[in-house]
């Protein structure tokens, strides 16, 4: 019933804010990616930065029925609309450019097993109708979309992804960084971050709880001490950025361990960064589900895989691609004991061809750059 009303409230809104005249200068970023690898915020800030003559408005959150009338009469004035999760417009005549937030591992939509039909065929249509460009990298993210959400193959453009641009060119220093989250200077520093999918669709309370006692790999026989000495013996300084949900469980972030920070999206706000922008300053990612792994590559840095809720979650969602062992170029791990090990030597060559093998699947464009091919492509085709 709430989902009805949410969406009574969108079309009543959109309804008002397209009696607006569009103009032909205005773009609207509608962010529903906050500010964890947001191709939204991160298009916006380059628009920002080099086309001054755009007037460019950033929304966020999206979607939310807290919105000013400010906000969406920017909605309703403008040209284009960009967004990062299902394809919206005020009105008809409005460009909806879709950049998405990933390249999927994990099933969504018509794949996955815990999604309900009546709503994926909402969705289907929600693409069919709004999306006029949907930006892509590869045949292969393509496929993997539209299995998910039968997107049509006329509406993809190879323009690549936001995000990536920044991938590689940290907004501040290592040192910064390092200063900044851990309160220390450490010229044999290797910062690693952590980043878990959303652990609630296993649907295990004991899960959550873990979690919630700040347990957040949810390994069973946890020791965060004896993390904290393993990282501190090898120079190695943990970031950990929970899904949101997850972290909106904690009281605080402050960790009580010196190799241990947790990075949320305060942090980001003050300093008007995407996470992104920090992801260069890092030497390794532990993730587990995560298509952040698929971005990560373009770094070509070591990735570890965290597989202790691997067949649960296969059972609950499913994912994409298969076997997971397979799709993976790193280390699977199932305990912290295993981690440990794999932390003493995680730049392992071994998995490098791996990395460039999948990089090249899912990396077909040509351009090094995407932001300016994707808005010179958009002001000029539509």
Known sequence: MKSLFFRLYLWGMSLLASLRPIKEKNIVVLNGSGRSGSNGYLFY???????PDYDVTLVE??????LSWEAWKKIGAAKYVITTHQPFKARRAQINIQFWHGVPLKRMG???????YCANKRNQKLWHKNADMVTSSSDLYETL??????????????????????IDQPAISKEKLLEDLFKTK???AKIGIYMP????????PSVMEMIKQ??????LGFDPYELNDALKDNHQYLIVKLHPYEMRMFDNFNSQFSNVAFLNNDYLFENNLDLYELLGDTDFLITDFSSI????????KPIIFITNYLKQYEKVRGLLLSPYEDVTPGPCVNSQKELLQVLRHPDDKQYQNQRFYWRELIDEVEDIDSCEPIFDYMTKNF
């Open 293 to 300: 792994y698929f971005d990560y590559l373009y770094l070509d």
């Open 214 to 219: 700040g347990n957040f790999f949810a390994f």
């Open 61 to 66: 959150p999206w979607p939310s029925s807290h």
């Open 145 to 166: 979309m539209s299995a998910c959400m039968a997107i049509e193959g006329k509406k993809y453009q190879k323009l690549g992804f936001p995000r990536i641009d920044y």
């Open 197 to 204: 999918t959303f652990r609630y669709e296993l649907e295990d």
């Open 110 to 116: 018509f794949m996955a097993h815990n999604t309900r």
């Open 186 to 188: 450490d010229e044999q």
């Open 45 to 51: 800030k380059y628009i920002k930065a080099n086309h």
